[in-house]
């Protein structure tokens, strides 16, 4: 299976965080037709995602660069919310896998190799009209090859609306 770099970024490297996330914000305000989010500013950028300065002053929040054989692909970010209230280790906050490595099992081996690094429970919650991610995890996850305990619920409340899928992975021997 193709080989993904997993790397926390440094703190000089949240401007390379903020130029995927406008990538990212992007591909998802696909999602966001009839919705207020999603609107480009008038210096042709989406707005800041809020939460990236935490990124490196909360220890539970993780940011990770992706790369292959050097060459950026996509980002993770990682934090320990609990969208069903029961507590997890890690949550797969965003992921994004740049449009070009896509379909080459790209997000896979990298989703397999940031679980590896980061033994213990996890949640990943997707956007109920993100259909494709949705196939992605159900797969992802299910893949891996020390995951245990897969659950998927369904959440539709003011704070979260579509599945989360709850899992183990096991620390490797
Ligand atoms: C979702 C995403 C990470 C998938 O990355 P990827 O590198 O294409 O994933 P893989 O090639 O490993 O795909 C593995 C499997 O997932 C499923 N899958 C991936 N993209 C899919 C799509 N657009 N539609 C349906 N199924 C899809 C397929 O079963 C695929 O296997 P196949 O190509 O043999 O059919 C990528 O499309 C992305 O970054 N999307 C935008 C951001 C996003 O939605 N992130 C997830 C937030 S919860």
Redesign the pocket.
């Known amino acids: 299976m193709t080989t993904i770099d997993v790397t926390p970024a440094r703190p000089d490297e949240k401007p390379v965080l903020a130029n995927l996330m406008q990538l990212?914000i992007h591909?998802?305000s696909e999602h966001w037709a009839g919705m207020a989010n999603g609107e480009l500013q008038n210096d042709g950028r989406f707005p800041a995602y809020p939460h990236l300065d935490a990124y490196w002053s909360d220890p539970a929040r993780i940011p990770l660069l992706l790369r292959r054989e050097g060459v950026l692909i996509?980002f993770a970010l990682l934090n320990d919310h609990a969208h069903g209230g029961v507590a997890v280790d890690r949550n797969?906050a965003?992921?994004?896998?740049v449009r070009k490595?896509?379909?080459?099992?790209?997000?896979?081996?990298a989703a397999h190799a940031v679980f590896s690094r980061y033994p213990g429970s996890w949640e990943?919650?997707?956007?109920r009209r993100?259909?494709?991610?949705l196939?992605?995890?159900r797969?992802?996850i299910a893949s891996h090859p020390h995951v245990r305990d897969i659950e998927e619920i369904d959440i539709s409340t003011k704070e979260w609306n579509g599945p989360v899928i709850r899992f183990r992975i096991l620390p490797l021997a």
């Open positions: 990212y591909d998802f996509g797969m965003e992921f994004f896998i490595h896509r379909r080459g099992g790209m997000g896979t081996a990943a919650a997707v956007a993100n259909l494709a991610a196939a992605f995890w797969k992802a």
